[in-house]
Structures are given as structure tokens and as C-alpha cells.
């Protein structure tokens, strides 16, 4: 509610996490609920500063971050990720572009 007026509703698995601006209360129930479902909710003062963050278990690979971290150390390795970033957005760009151009394509012959 913002100003006493509902401005959005939206189901509750649709959201990632829950960032809360300003003087924010929400019911245990909710938070319990966000906990369970791995949602985090961050508290923000008015001015936008972190105030605090609520989160439920987490679970990770230990050896995954492990080899994670020891590939970051190693050159040759980021120098391959990087290519491989970059080779990937710009097949994405380009895909991006051909479909805007079909697109305007058919907008223009629509108008014709």
C-alpha cells in the first residue's frame, strides 16, 4: 500500500527477493514464508541506506567455489572465459539486431 492505495499486487512466487524502502512492516507469516522459499528481504532507510538483510538457509558447493576461486587466479583461464563472454553477446547482439530489422521490416510493409 502506498498512501493507503494498493499500487501492485503480484504473486508471491514471481518475486526473487523483497526490498523494503522507509519505515516497513511485514507480517512473520511473510517473512517465514520468504525464509523458507530461499526469498531475501532487505530493509532500506528512507534515504536508500541498508539497514539489514534477512535470509533462510544457504546451501552451496564448497568445492565448486573452491575451483571458482582457484580459476580466477589462473590467466589463461579468465583470458578463455572472457572470449567465450564476449563471443556470446556479440551472437546475442547480433540476434538482437536481425530481429529488430525483420521487425521494422514488416512494421513499415504493414503500412503500405
Not at 6 to 26: E, S
Not at 44 to 61: D, H, I, K, M, T
Request: aromatic share 4%.
Amino acid at each position: 500500500m502506498i498512501e493507503k492505495e494498493k499500487r501492485l499486487q503480484a504473486p508471491l512466487h514471481h518475486l526473487g527477493g523483497i526490498v523494503c524502502i522507509g519505515r516497513i512492516n511485514l507480517s512473520s507469516a511473510l517473512m517465514a514464508r520468504c525464509m523458507k522459499d530461499g526469498r531475501s528481504i532487505v530493509w532500506l532507510n528512507e534515504n536508500g541506506r541498508f539497514q539489514a538483510r534477512v535470509e533462510g538457509p544457504v546451501s552451496g558447493n564448497i568445492l565448486l567455489r573452491q575451483a571458482q576461486y582457484r580459476a580466477a587466479d589462473d590467466l589463461e583461464i579468465i583470458l578463455a572465459m572472457a572470449r567465450s563472454f564476449i563471443a556470446g553477446k556479440l551472437r546475442n547482439s547480433r540476434q538482437v539486431l536481425l530481429r529488430s530489422s525483420r521487425d521494422s521490416k514488416s512494421d513499415t510493409e504493414k503500412m503500405h
